[in-house]
């Protein structure tokens, strides 16, 4: 398994995918656990981020592959027999929660997370899914159901709120220098002295942030906030990550980089955690994640989890300048059923395959501009 | 790390060592505020050391102290900012037993030093005062004054002696009768007229001690003799700390009236005049003002203290004696303020720390409301000050369940976080609360029929019981701080909302 990672860095660098490289390389060296290797990789990968920023003309230092090659080399050594655990972390078990003031309930929902899994909570606004990730972060009371933490024996709300991360969709304001802040959190989770410098550092570095360490929260863009106020989260060492629409503030390119980061260190044996995060980018979530629930009215419509039971149709959404009677005409006595819902076109089939589907369009000869297979995709329910 | 004006390396090398390996002492930010205290003082000493070169003149203290006390708060806003970006607590970060205390003491050493500043001024006008008068000095100048102001102006000077005849009885039950004729006391009648008053023994005693002589005609027949006035210059507490004593009239009346001498009169007006020059303050107030030498009637003494402008003199003393000695005499009082200002800014500090924002001024309208409805009670039932201390141990305990209902609750509620802060914020005041309602509950009783009559034998302790009231609630405070307080503190604001 661990040549498995030190090929996939090495092919990234043979490809010139260096970015990619750069991150995984830390993770790599982060897992295991030496101090000196960790500070090697931070160096070269600091070389790598400025003379990107510096705009010299070279795609990348001298000597930046040997090193690689080097660093990763004795990662490889090191790491041999490190990996997470997939210990379960929560799980929540016929929760609800009605505001007292107004009308809006969240109904019963049974959630489980396991050390390494994603689980993605889509949904309109104002359905229920901040609600729900409230509740599981410990910061609104149930009215029904149970909420077991299986790392925490015993645990009081304060132990409990220690050993999860919430970030919210509207993060609070930091004050004082981005460094400092960051000092600090991995300072109050326990990491002192050298090896709070070297965190700190491999977290700036990790999500390319040193450029920005010493500026003010209002000298740095809404995108940038967000990934700082990960950066901090991560070096708190949580056990469980929620956060609510992540991505909102993020361009496209952040938003895969950030979700694959999360991914990545999610799984690394550093600090291997569970994540619950909520967003409106349904493709983006469920690309990543390994449960996606859709919420509606505080109901749990559907749970990827049971999706077989629940799936007894295939669909596809495309984009086309075709005009709907010739692509319903394609398919003729094949009982499909065609919608369009302004942009796109989704074709739901109970007999054919999305690649039938899709085949047939293109044989066709009809010009598609976008295609998605959505047949286990939350999209269907919007 | 930001480089800060006016920080050391060393101390911002501190700064970057606490912050990663002591994240609690580091957001207290107690090192720089020790420092910038530091700073301040030092150079507010050194002010005040040039501003108050002269100890005989009036200084206006209230107002210097109000000045650097704008100062502090300006210092203590600063420090606020820079405390409230950082909390361990509301970011549950990892916790560890004593961090309560730790914190409680840092806030405590953190707003101390700003109060402590406030006190610079009046040290340093102490010190100046120490440095140019000494304490026998001052004694001989003001014995010197008056002695060289009997010698020159003796013609001035009246020589009869007031006399008063007093009758010792033992209590004094009808007024009316004070005056008496006392036909068969001749030397009474020869010197005071034929008329007595009554006293009982303990006036009797009084005027043993005070009166400058006494012929005891029999064991219940006294005749007290007064001196004339020949004191144009003293002040109070100008002996208290110097072996030499201010001499009284009585005394210049043996020593220099009775066998008067003819003086060297150009060489006393000269030295007069050194006496003047050095203590005669230039302001018109001083600390006992004794007015100006401008409006003066025609009596003797005022005629003299006009003469050799001893009033200013005597203003200069006073104002020296007071500046020196203000804080041998009023240390206790120097002490409360800045231990109890000190501690109820650190209550507060604290209790924001521990709640939320809207709970903190959700206990201080409770606190004000709380107030008002007492002020209206005791209004309208013709309540004392008993009735007040009672009403405020209610409301103690009242807090303390309230509080303490926290330990079973699974969700938070403003009314249990208000409970905890007001909670909190009495306790070290509790102590003082029962011994101030047993005093005044003791001192009710002394009023009741019946009880005028009754002889008090118990010593008066009261002081002493409120001293150990106040270091028992202080005491309390820091016992019940981390196993109580904290933990509720712990328990209801990581407890999730309704």
New interface residues.
């Given amino acids: 398994m661990i040549p498995t990672v030190a090929t996939e860095i090495a092919g990234y660098l043979k490809h010139g995918d260096y970015a990619v490289a750069v991150r995984r390389t830390l993770d790599f060296c982060l897992d295991t656990g030496d101090d000196t290797l960790i500070e090697n990789a931070i160096s070269w990968s600091r070389g790598y981020h400025e003379n990107e920023n510096s705009k010299s003309g070279k795609a990348i230092p001298d000597n930046f592959i040997s090193e690689a090659e080097h660093i990763l080399q004795q990662a490889t050594q090191q790491h041999a027999g490190i990996s997470y655990q997939n210990n379960p972390l929560i799980s929540a078990e016929k929760i609800s929660k009605t505001y ?1 003031g107004g009308g809006f309930s969240l109904k019963p929902i049974n959630v489980t997370v396991n050390t390494g899994n994603v689980l993605g909570v889509v949904g309109e606004n104002g359905n229920g899914k901040t609600t729900l990730l409230r ?1 599981l972060a ?5 009215d029904n159901g149970e909420i077991k933490y299986h790392l925490l024996q015993k645990p ?3 132990a ?3 050993h999860i991360a919430f970030i919210p969709q509207r993060i609070p304001k930091w ?3 981005l ?3 960051l ?8 990491v ?2 050298a090896k ?2 070297l965190m700190v550092n491999f977290m700036l570095e990790r999500l390319n942030l040193s450029s920005y360490a ?1 500026l003010t929260w209002n000298q740095i863009s809404s995108g940038y906030r967000t990934r700082f106020e990960i950066a901090r989260i991560l070096l ?1 060492k949580p056990k469980l990550l929620i956060l609510d629409e992540p991505l909102a503030n993020l361009d496209i390119n952040a938003q895969q980089t950030i979700l694959t980061d999360l991914i990545f260190m999610a799984k690394g044996a550093h600090n291997p955690m569970g994540i619950i995060l909520s967003s409106q980018q349904l493709h983006e979530v469920e690309k990543v994640a390994d449960t996606v629930i859709f919420i509606k009215q505080g109901n749990c419509l559907y749970s990827s989890n049971d999706k077989a039971e629940k799936i007894t149709s295939n669909a596809i959404e495309f984009e086309t300048a075709a005009s709907r009677e010739s692509i319903i005409a394609l398919f003729g006595d094949c009982n499909v059923e065609l919608q369009f819902n302004g942009g796109f076109y989704t074709i739901t089939s109970g007999v054919l395959s999305p690649q039938q589907i899709i085949s047939t369009i293109v044989a066709a000869n009809i010009a598609v501009t976008y295609f998605r297979d959505i047949t286990y995709s939350t999209k269907r329910f919007f | 790390m930001s480089k800060r004006p006016l920080v050391p390396s060393f101390l911002q090398k501190l700064d970057d060592k606490l912050l990663r390996n002591k994240p609690n002492t580091w957001a207290a930010r107690t090192h720089l505020v020790i420092w910038f205290a530091v700073l301040l003082g030092l150079a507010l000493s050194v002010f005040c050391y040039l501003a108050f070169f002269d100890a005989k003149q009036y200084n206006s203290i209230e107002g210097w102290v109000t000045f650097i006390g704008l100062v502090a708060f300006i210092g203590f806003v600063f420090w606020l900012i820079y405390l409230l970006r950082f909390n361990v607590f509301k970011r549950y970060g990892n916790w560890f037993m004593w961090d309560g205390l730790k914190s409680f003491a840092l806030y405590f050493v953190s707003i101390g030093a700003m109060v402590a500043v406030c006190f610079i001024p009046s040290a340093i006008e102490t010190y100046r005062a120490n440095q140019q008068f000494g304490n026998e000095e001052i004694v001989n100048d003001i014995n010197e004054i008056n002695s060289t102001a009997c010698k020159l102006e003796y013609d001035l000077l009246p020589l009869e002696w007031k006399a008063d005849t007093c009758k010792v009885v033992d209590t004094i039950i009808n007024i009316s009768d004070e005056y008496t004729v006392a036909d068969t006391v001749a030397i009474a009648v020869e010197v005071a007229g034929p008329k007595y008053h009554k006293i009982d023994t303990a006036e009797l005693r009084t005027k043993l001690f005070q009166v400058d002589s006494v012929v005891k005609i029999h064991d219940s027949l006294y005749v007290f003799f007064e001196c004339p006035q020949y004191l144009f210059v003293s002040s109070g507490d100008a002996d208290d700390y110097a072996t030499q004593k201010i001499i009284y009239s009585a005394e210049f009346y043996r020593t220099i009236i009775r066998n008067y001498k003819k003086p060297d009169r150009p060489a006393l007006l000269k030295r007069m005049e050194e006496l003047k020059t050095k203590y005669a303050a230039s302001s018109r107030y001083s600390y006992y003002d004794e007015g100006s030498d401008e409006y003066t009637n025609d009596t003797y003494l005022e005629k003299i203290k006009k003469r050799y402008s001893l009033k200013r003199i005597n203003n200069g003393i006073d104002n020296a004696v007071n500046k020196k000695y203000s804080w041998i005499k009023n240390w206790d009082s120097f002490l409360r303020v800045f231990y109890y200002t000190t501690l109820i800014i650190t209550l507060l500090v604290f209790i924001f720390r521990h709640t939320t924002i809207k709970t903190f001024f959700l206990s201080v309208l409770t606190a004000v409301i709380l107030a008002i409805f007492t002020g209206l009670m005791m209004v309208m039932s013709n309540g004392d000050e008993t009735a007040i201390l009672s009403f405020m141990i209610v409301y103690y305990a009242l807090f303390a369940c309230i509080a303490l209902s926290i330990y079973g609750a699974s969700i938070r509620r403003a009314i249990q976080g208000i409970a905890l802060n007001l909670f909190l914020f009495m306790t070290p005041f509790v102590p003082l609360i029962f011994v101030a309602l047993n005093e005044a509950m003791k001192y009710r009783r002394y009023y009741e029929p019946g009880y005028n009559n009754q002889v008090i034998t118990e010593p008066d302790n009261t002081a002493l019981y409120f001293l150990i009231a106040e270091i028992a609630g202080s005491l309390i405070l820091l016992i019940l701080l981390e196993p109580v307080f904290r933990k509720l503190y712990r328990k209801w604001y990581a407890a999730p909302e309704n």
């Fill in positions: 007292s509740c410990g910061q609104l009371a149930l009081d709300a304060y409990v709120k220690n004050y004082g220098l460094k400092d802040n000092h600090f959190s991995a300072s109050i989770a326990g002192y002295g709070n410098d010493h708190q």
